[in-house]
């Protein structure tokens, strides 16, 4: 019994291969027109498979833009379109994704606003991996990019990634008034002590830090962070670099 079914098996495979292989593109060929069939979305070698049974040849070409999310043998188009009528062994043109990926120079994004400094990269080919907002005193910078992990006229391969750091006012509440910590790294403590009381803020707990490679009296961290809101007359703490 187990014999005769695997007779019968083996000769169902047999006949099934004899049809895939020899009968089917007997007849879309034996007839004057053969219709495409649909091979989107398919590896190249898939498709290319899938035509020669209906009796048509494929012909590889390229997409003009490199997408980074296609695998390189998919078959994202095809010419003519499926279901289209045509002549047996007529060829048919597969869009691949492109080989190369293509370098862009970076524009400046300074000033933009961030929809449309993310419309620009991706127009690239690039993406914003992140997005650090900054507090800003002036309304014009407000939602605007203040500066870019990449700089301008950089040029990169498509699909790499940029980070960018963006502007917002808040509001003053009722009766106070805000003031943006100045950058003080770097910076003399004599200096820094005068930069602070410009800004209407006041000088708070000085810590040294020992360093064989800074130059003495340099602030090397503050609180308040740069760049961050205070009140005025709110106290700024430095940490200054020592020789002792």
Known sequence: MKKKVLIGVTLFLIAYVAVDKFMLPFYTSSGREATVPNVKNMPYDDAERMLRKYNLKAIKSYNVRYLPEVPPDMVIDQVPAAASTVKPGRNVYLVLNRKDKPSYTIPDLTGRSETEARQLLGRLGMTVSGVQIRAVSKSEEDGRVLS????????????????????KIEQEPS???RVVVPDLLGMSLEQARSIIIQNGLVV????????????PN???SQKPSVNS??????????????SE
């Open 148 to 167: 870019q992990s990449v700089p301008p006229n950089v040029t990169l391969i498509t699909g790499s990634s940029i980070d960018l750091i963006i502007g």
């Open 204 to 215: 708070g707990k000085i810590t040294y830090e020992r360093s064989a490679l800074l130059v």
């Open 229 to 242: 809101f205070a009140q005025a007359g709110q106290t700024v703490d430095m940490t200054v670099a020592t």
């Open 175 to 177: 009766g106070f008034k």
């Open 218 to 220: 340099t602030v090397i």
